[in-house]
């Protein structure tokens, strides 16, 4: 929305009946800045009271306070000319739609994957910031107040592989959508490495799981300073900046303070770690433009 003209207000759908009496033209947008339409009325109130704009059915769709109502002052003299304008140069996506069409809707596997990603990205322990030490009181470390970062994309094959790393509490959430009667085919394991995927057909998101928490304190200590805060997929995720400082942090001997039981768990995180190392030759930084094609994703 870097070429619009400086707006004179704005209100959500649902408030819409807080537009001032005034001529004007309107923009609508949706709460990741896209343009939708663009209009003009001689009473922006008037034109947007009830339900009685011709699309007004198409946006409510999307979401009462999901959709942005813009508008600018303007002449009487001036709609026609600076609706066209503006139509001409942004390029809305419905102005050229029958009012039929409805808005599309997201696909419910782009969805998982935007709550998976806000998983990763929350709290292991939003209510509890300190920790125990020796019977002393102390602050849990920043790098244990998260679930999972990107850790990279690996781009040199035909479909890109996005890698996540996640502590073994993100790893229990996608254990159980694996395992959920439907949540199971957006979410599958791969017994080859140990990992889980989500295949959004143009890139695959793979979930590695780091089942010890002294590894995974280990590596996400060492990575901590090097995430950042990015915002691919319509979701804040952590994302790993310094890739070296991921291998050198991969490269150490898994713990010894595994019992009998532990066996399998122990061998799938060795898995896992090999497979990281491996990749990591491939592994680039996720560029901060990089974006999905929501109408690929079904």
Not at 66 to 84: C, F, H, R, T
Not at 160 to 173: A, D, E, K, S, T
């Amino acid at each position: 929305m870097d070429n619009l003209p400086k707006f004179s207000g704005k209100c959500t759908l649902r408030n819409r009946s807080l537009l001032p009496k005034i001529p004007g033209i309107y923009f609508i947008a949706d709460e990741e800045n896209q343009m939708l339409y663009i209009g003009q009325a001689k009473n922006l109130r008037k034109r947007w009271a009830g339900k009685t704009h011709h699309r007004y059915k198409q946006f409510a769709r999307k979401g009462l306070d999901k959709i942005y109502i813009y508008y600018i002052e303007a002449l009487l003299s001036e709609l026609d000319s600076l609706e066209k304008k503006y139509i001409e140069e942004i390029k809305p996506l419905q102005n050229d739609t029958k009012v039929k069409e409805y808005l599309p809707k997201k696909s419910p596997k782009l969805s998982e994957l935007q709550r998976l990603l806000k998983l990763a990205n929350t709290p292991l322990f939003p209510s509890v910031k300190f920790d125990n030490i020796n019977g002393v009181r102390v602050p849990r470390e920043d790098s244990d107040m998260i679930r999972g970062f990107i850790a990279g994309i690996d781009d040199a094959e035909n479909i890109p592989l996005i890698f996540v790393i996640c502590q073994q509490n993100m790893g229990q959430l996608l254990w159980n959508r694996v395992n959920h009667r439907t949540k199971k085919r957006f979410c599958t394991y791969d017994a080859e490495t140990s990992c889980f995927l989500v295949n959004l057909r143009q890139v695959v998101f793979v979930f590695v799981e780091l089942f010890s928490s002294t590894v995974s304190r280990h590596i996400f200590k060492a990575t901590n300073p090097y995430l950042t805060n990015s915002n691919n997929f319509g979701v804040m995720v952590k994302k790993l900046t310094n890739i070296p400082t991921l291998i050198e942090s991969l490269d150490l001997d898994l713990p010894p303070a595994y019992t009998e039981t532990h066996t399998i768990r122990k061998e799938a995180e060795k898995i896992r770690i090999d497979y990281l190392l491996k990749v990591c030759n491939n592994l680039k930084i996720l560029p901060d433009d990089f974006r999905l094609n929501e109408k690929l994703v079904w």
